[in-house]
C-alpha cells in the first residue's frame, strides 16, 4: 500500500512517534477539571489524579489520525480523532467536557 490510505488508526506497525496534551473539565463546571480519568490512544494509556488539576499528556503516540478515548467515574465515556505528527506534540487547544451521567 503507497502513501494513498497511510491512516493507520492506533498506529498498528508505526515507528514514527508524537504526543497528545490536553485538558478535562466538567462540561457543565467548565472551570472545574476532572479529578481522575483514564486517557488512552492505541495502546499508550495515561491516568490523572485529583493533584493533576484535569491536565494530561501522552508521549509515544504512533504518528496519523488515532482515536483518544476518555473515560472516568460518573461521566460519559468520550472519543475522537486526533491528528498525531511526527516529533510533535499534539496539544487539544479546547478543555474537553465530560458529561456527567447524573445529570448534576
Do not use: W
Not at 463546571?29 to 494530561?56: L, M, N, W, Y
Amino acid at each position: 500500500m503507497g502513501a494513498k490510505g497511510c491512516e493507520n488508526p492506533n498506529g498498528q506497525g508505526v515507528t514514527d512517534r508524537g504526543g497528545v496534551t490536553g485538558t478535562l473539565v466538567d462540561a457543565a463546571h467548565p472551570t472545574e477539571p476532572i479529578a481522575s480519568a483514564t486517557i488512552q490512544i492505541g495502546t499508550q494509556v495515561t491516568r490523572i489524579t485529583p493533584t493533576d488539576g484535569g491536565k494530561f499528556a501522552l508521549n509515544e503516540v504512533p504518528t496519523g489520525t488515532q482515536t483518544i478515548s476518555i473515560s472516568s467515574p460518573g461521566y460519559t465515556p468520550y472519543s475522537a480523532s486526533v491528528v498525531v505528527r511526527k516529533g510533535e506534540v499534539t496539544a487539544i487547544p479546547q478543555p474537553i467536557g465530560l458529561t456527567s451521567q447524573t445529570g448534576l
